[in-house]
């Protein structure tokens, strides 16, 4: 099902005629997640609230018939909405197909690109394909509502200290046997948060982290981008 989902939509331009059985914007019923794709199928395109205030987004990888991924290799695609191109740095995940996941911060591009409710193009190289905005505006103003009273609840005064804020952190990767470091927070060489940073910057590379930290070490990396 999500092979045809992405072949009917590996184009610039989409049909504007739809039948029940077409994907469509699918809001979770607590509004804290959106998708498009077909009712009780899988979807190509997902955006929902997450731990530490962030972002989860994942979308259909588009890439050409014969191409082979890794799981876990990073990649970057652009997004096209009605206020322009964003590049997304991310990784790839294998399921039904392939696809790219990443975490955002709360103030985010796809965020900005889907609140006009108009149609969006995904695209890497020369792959492509389009998403129509209908129906979006509406779902995307309780996303983002949900999202912020969720991040609100997170640094109340009512939380337990349980889940770390997290945080934006801009600096110098600096390595080391045992510990490695950007700015002034550290985390293991061997962590899973050092293969999330070392995949997309390297060692004495600007590079913006945003992680839920405890002190001055990473608990959770959220997403990563080196700073040209």
């Not at 014969?66 to 695609?77: A, L, N, Q």
């Not at 294998?94 to 609140?115: I, M, P, Q, R, Y």
């Not at 983002?144 to 640094?155: A, G, I, L, N, P």
């Not at 070392?198 to 002190?215: I, M, N, R, T, Y």
């Amino acid at each position: 099902m999500r092979a045809a989902l992405c072949a009917a939509f590996l184009a610039v331009t989409t049909t504007n005629v739809y039948s029940q059985d077409q994907p469509m914007w699918i809001l979770s019923e607590d509004s804290s997640s959106l998708a498009y794709g077909v009712p009780e199928s899988s979807s190509i395109f997902y955006i929902g609230c997450a731990d530490g205030g962030t972002m989860e987004f994942r979308a259909d990888l588009p890439s050409k018939p014969d191409e082979v991924f890794s799981e876990g290799e990073p990649t970057k695609i652009d997004l096209v909405g009605p206020n322009g191109r964003e590049t997304l740095t991310g990784q790839v995940s294998e399921g039904d197909g392939w696809s790219f996941e990443t975490t955002l911060s709360a103030d985010n591009a796809v965020v900005d690109a889907l609140k006009p409710g108009k149609q969006i193009t995904i695209s890497r190289g020369k792959s492509a394909y389009s998403i129509p905005g209908k129906g979006l505006a509406a779902h995307i103003k309780k996303l983002v509502s949900t999202c912020d009273r969720s991040r609100s609840s997170d640094t109340g005064e009512g939380n337990s200290g349980k889940t770390p804020d997290a945080v934006t952190i801009r600096g110098t990767i600096k390595y080391g046997t045992l510990d490695s470091a950007i700015g002034n927070y550290s985390f293991l060489s061997s962590s899973p948060e050092a293969k999330t940073i070392f995949a997309q910057c390297k060692l004495d590379e600007q590079c913006e982290v945003v992680a839920s930290v405890k002190g001055e070490s990473l608990q959770k990396v959220h997403s990563v981008r080196r700073i040209p």
